[in-house]
């Protein structure tokens, strides 16, 4: 087998680059600081970190010889800010080691099976490409760039500024390269801008922190500011309860009046024909169209006689209707309109919009 492999060719040895997520050239210099790549009984651990003891001559590397480092704890991911020698490491634990080359993987390089592998250190950079890669850490020193102009340099949401700001212990620790006039402008414009996480955050906070008592109940509408899709939004599991209202997807001229302690069990239970009314396999699947909620904890008694004006409203308002239908918005308001009663007004109830026919 040792006979069929020859030196790669250079895209080969960029996809062998790209596969194997390792770098293609490692470079040695005065304090440099590596992670361990590959696992070694009693020796170290991937991802430990390490710190260069001894710059390697030419003729070392030429002859694959081992390199000379100090290995940090498990579990430590930064320098240590009181070291300043060699023997500061050791007092704090650090232990002399070497490091050889990594043991030789075997990858296969696209559909066609050719398979191609890569002798190296098994070492590499402690460096993020994207400060994101820091998440997590607090790095002694930071040094980039940000653009509003040009590539790779843009960021695009004022998280990205919190992050990039937040990755060092003290601001003087973060350098940025370019105009400081451009650069500092360019932060400020990305703090003020809003995103639809944004306009939910503050629907939300609008809705459940009011001190208004005398105002109709808030409507929690994530039909309009959820930020993704309504088949994305993941219900309550918890026993907190609610009086829901469903609708057939496939018949939406059918809906469904109903009380729960568990939104989410109970939707599972429509949907597998455990509930009789609803059992009928051409009218689902059924999702939520809403529900209201804030009802004492365990109170099923409360949330049966909402189920009970909810309905009774709707059959005044159909019996009331030159056409004698409702649409579902129309079912929906009338469960609003029992919250806001007197009856139920004292519980401070809120109703959340999850869906459309």
């Known amino acids: 087998m040792d006979g069929i492999w020859r030196p790669a060719s250079g895209a080969t040895s960029g996809r062998i680059t790209r596969e194997c997520k390792e770098p293609k050239t490692l470079a040695f210099f005065q304090n440099a600081l590596y992670e361990v790549t590959f696992n070694k009984r009693g020796k170290h651990s991937q991802s430990q970190l390490a710190l260069l003891a001894k710059i390697p001559t030419k003729e070392s590397i030429k002859n694959w010889e081992p ?159 959820y930020p993704y899709r309504m088949m994305d939004v993941v219900l309550p599991t918890g026993n907190e309860g609610a009086v829901y209202m469903l609708v057939s997807t496939r018949e939406t001229d059918f809906t469904y009046i109903g009380e729960t302690s568990n939104l989410k069990q109970r939707l599972d239970r429509h949907n597998d024909g455990s509930v009789k009314t609803t059992s009928a396999p051409y009218l689902r699947p059924w999702g939520y169209l809403g529900f209201v909620c804030g009802f004492p904890p365990d109170d099923s008694n409360s949330r049966k006689a909402f189920e009970a004006a909810w309905k009774h409203s709707i059959a005044h308002r159909l019996a009331n209707s030159p056409t004698r239908t ?21 519980m401070k109830l809120k109703l959340v919009r999850t869906g459309k026919v």
């Open 67 to 225: 390199v000379s480092v100090l290995l940090a704890p498990n579990g430590i991911k930064t320098l240590p800010e009181n070291a300043r020698t060699f023997d500061d490491y050791i007092k704090m634990k650090w232990k002399p080691a070497t490091i050889t080359t990594a043991p030789e993987r075997v990858h296969v390089l696209g559909r066609a099976g050719m398979q191609g592998k890569r002798r190296q250190y098994g070492l590499q950079p402690r460096i993020a490409g994207t400060i994101h890669v820091g998440m997590g850490q607090n790095l002694s020193a930071l040094v980039t760039r940000v653009h509003p102009n040009e590539r790779p340099y843009q960021l695009w949401d004022r998280r990205q500024v919190i992050v990039l700001t937040s990755r060092t212990f003290y601001g003087k620790q973060t350098v940025f390269v370019g105009d400081p006039d451009t650069t500092a402008n360019y932060l400020a414009s990305l703090l003020v801008q809003c995103s639809q996480f944004d306009a939910y955050m503050e629907h939300l906070l609008n809705r459940l922190c009011s001190n208004n008592y005398s105002a109709p109940i808030p409507i929690i509408d994530l039909l309009r500011q």
């Open 326 to 346: 409702l649409t579902s918005d129309q079912k929906l308001k009338a469960g609003l309109d029992v919250a806001n009663s007197p009856r139920w007004r004292s």
